[in-house]
């Protein structure tokens, strides 16, 4: 290509990633934009509420008070009135007697006068006006229920909004991505008492800062007491994850981290039930044994294959990844050379296809047979592996074969060539690809016991491979390769030949 159309090219593709950048970062301000309206129409909302709040605890406490002040005011005004009525009696009586006394001087018998000095002697002695105390059972001071709120009133005007903590931020270089695990580790920036943390994550397939049209939501892990989190089994169905922590003290909660990509790539795939032998019901990443022969898969397959044109999903490699993604091949796309006539597998060959290619890289998966499967196989091959070829029965194509019928077998096969393998067979088997170094190990998967190495050298891409009889496998994808399965790595490269080997070089 001419020099200057190369230039140009990289220009445009520069320019077109600038452009979604930019695209990104405004539908990141017009989200900022909505949230700022929303979020301060919510707090003001809460304002008014608290103020209510107040008001009504304020209200309530004056009447409280008043009522105390009226019912103050209604006894001490019932003890004068009764003493006042009590007085005006006495006085009366008092007054009466004074004028019956004076009447009495003017007498002049004394048998009659010596009668009546007796009389107002009697009454005298029990007169109301000598039995009346002269204090007031109450006072006219109200001074004892007099308020003062200077206090209060200082403390209402030192209100002010609640203290937020501030932002953490993320130690990138602290993170660590491994096993299908994630630890996120952060600091604050100052010393601040927090009680807990927030981590918030989401998958996408998007690098650089989170985008606002992201199609996941964030997931949420409360109450976090330490300053990093670990999340474990994880599936790695997307390139990156998203992560961002926010402080939380008694009062509130702040604001968010500068928000970090983590790249989590693995190797997924399902399997292709186009290419699946009659006798095989594929569904949700497991195979099973169908007796009766998948008549209704077939009806449905076929409608998928009278559907358009199939197309070819590329996942660009870029040098962040230690696992190059591989590239997703519909059947229906594939070159009538490549597959032939055929669209699955037949005869003796219970066979399923995984439907991604491998091409270059690392890869990983696991896989668990049922219990009571009676026969099983699985490895890869070769994309033209004929439709009754057997796996390990060929020279495109590698396995281990487990067999629990009449008698028990537990082999490695390939090119029509099988090495016994003289161990227990795992619930649980794990399959490492190294596509460039020409490697293909399975493991028992919960011990990272190595089972069986397969050394040669892949001269077109292959695809994961399964053969089930009366029974069924789960697949699990979405791997990364094990730690212990990469120390193993190093540790033999460079090693020639291995008793648990079949070295092979197929063209």
Not at 56 to 63: F, G, I, R
Not at 202 to 217: A, F, I, M, Q, S
Not at 263 to 284: G, P
Not at 317 to 324: A, D, E, V, Y
Request: aromatic share 8%; net charge neutral; with cysteine.
């Amino acid at each position: 290509m001419d020099p200057q159309k190369e230039a140009l090219h990289r220009i445009i593709a520069t320019l077109a990633s600038k452009n979604e950048e930019l695209h990104s970062f405004i539908d990141t301000l017009s989200h900022s934009l909505r949230g700022v309206q929303e979020n301060s129409s919510k707090v003001i909302l809460d304002l008014d509420e608290e103020f209510d709040s107040l008001y009504s605890v304020l209200d309530e406490m004056k009447a409280s008070m008043t009522n105390t002040i009226k019912l103050e005011q209604a006894r001490k005004m019932q003890e004068l009135q009764n003493q006042h009525s009590q007085s005006i009696s006495a006085l009366e009586s008092s007054e009466e007697l004074l004028e019956f006394a004076n009447n009495a001087l003017d007498i002049k018998d004394p048998e009659g006068f010596t009668k009546a000095a007796k009389q107002i002697k009697d009454r005298v002695t029990m007169a109301p006006a000598f039995r009346l105390t002269m204090k007031p059972k109450a006072t006219d001071c109200m001074t004892h229920l007099m308020v003062d709120f200077s206090q209060e009133r200082q403390m209402i005007q030192s209100l002010k909004f609640l203290p937020v903590p501030s932002a953490p931020e993320v130690d990138f270089s602290d993170c660590l991505v491994a096993d299908n695990s994630v630890t996120v580790a952060w600091r604050m920036p100052e010393d601040s008492k927090i009680e807990y943390y927030i981590l918030e994550y989401r998958k996408t397939n998007h690098d650089g800062l989170p985008r606002v049209k992201d199609e996941r939501c964030w997931e949420v892990v409360d109450n976090i007491k330490a300053t990093e989190y670990s999340l474990t089994d994880l599936k790695f169905d997307s390139k990156y994850m998203n992560f961002r922590v926010r402080a939380c003290n008694k009062a509130a909660a702040g604001d968010y981290s500068n928000p970090i990509t983590l790249e989590t790539r693995a190797f997924n795939f399902s399997l292709d039930s186009t290419s699946s032998h009659q006798n095989l019901k594929v569904e949700d990443g497991c195979v099973e044994w169908d007796s009766a022969g998948g008549k209704g898969q077939e009806s449905k397959i076929k409608g998928k294959e009278n559907k358009g044109s199939g197309h070819v999903t590329i996942l660009k490699n870029t040098s962040r990844s230690g696992t190059p993604s591989p590239k997703r091949t519909s059947v229906s796309s594939r070159p009538p050379s490549v597959r032939g006539s055929r669209d699955r597998f037949t005869g003796e060959s219970y066979t399923v296809l995984g439907d991604t290619c491998i091409d270059n890289g690392q890869h990983y998966w696991e896989v668990k047979a049922q219990k009571d499967c009676k026969s099983y196989s699985l490895g890869v091959a070769f994309r033209n592996l004929g439709k009754f070829d057997q796996l390990g029965k060929t020279n495109t194509s590698w396995c281990i074969h487990v067999n629990n019928w009449l008698q028990a077998t537990f082999a490695a096969k390939h090119n029509n060539k099988a090495k016994t393998l003289d161990m227990p067979v795992p619930d649980r088997i794990g399959v490492y690809c190294d596509f460039d170094g020409g490697q293909l190990l399975f493991y028992n998967a919960d011990t990272k016991q190595l089972l069986h190495t397969f050394k040669t050298k892949f001269t077109q891409p292959i695809l994961p491979a399964f053969m089930v009889w009366c029974g069924g496998l789960t697949l699990f994808t979405g791997l990364q390769v094990p730690s212990a399965v990469k120390c193993f790595q190093k540790t033999e490269n460079g090693l020639s030949g291995s008793a648990n080997s079949l070295n092979s070089v197929v063209h």
